[in-house]
């Protein structure tokens, strides 16, 4: 199945898995993302370390196009914001928080990014 979404992403099905703290494991993701959706390491409270772990061993289970969720208000998100730059991920979504101060970053590494405002972000 082709829309705009499967292309901007490169899935295969516009299916995209919730960031959802301490769910989206590398476990889950590498699933999604095998079976043609958009996977999602859910960053949470997590600290960068557990979040290159994690993208580390998505990596090792596929090659297919996976996302990382930042929560903004994490206070390791400005490491978490290099990792997924020196890891290489292809999207980075976002969510308790303005993701302005990232955003030069990631799309000079060529990153696809996706916030999601809610309303702490305002």
């Known amino acids: 199945?082709?829309?705009?979404?499967?292309?901007?992403l490169g899935i295969e099905y516009p299916i995209i898995q919730g960031g959802?703290?301490?769910?989206?494991t590398h476990e889950l993701a590498s699933a999604v993302s095998e079976a043609g959706g958009l996977g999602i390491i859910g960053s949470g409270?997590?600290?960068?370390?557990?979040?290159?772990?994690?993208?580390?061993e998505v990596k090792k289970k596929t090659d297919k196009p996976f996302a990382v969720n930042i929560m903004?208000?994490?206070?390791?998100?400005?490491?978490i914001?290099?990792?997924v730059v020196e890891e290489n991920v292809k999207v980075?979504?976002?969510?308790?928080?303005?993701?302005e101060k990232y955003i030069k970053m990631w799309k000079e590494a060529g990153l696809?990014?996706?916030?999601?405002?809610?309303i702490v972000s305002l």
Request: hydrophobic share 45%; glycine share 8%; net charge negative.
């Open 112 to 118: 696809k990014v996706m916030p999601v405002f809610d």
């Open 72 to 79: 903004l208000m994490n206070p390791e998100a400005d490491e």
């Open 92 to 99: 980075v979504t976002t969510g308790a928080g303005n993701p």
């Open 45 to 56: 409270g997590a600290p960068a370390s557990w979040v290159r772990e994690q993208v580390q």
């Open 20 to 24: 959802m703290a301490w769910v989206g």
């Open 81 to 83: 914001a290099k990792v």
């Open 1 to 8: 199945m082709k829309t705009e979404i499967t292309k901007l």
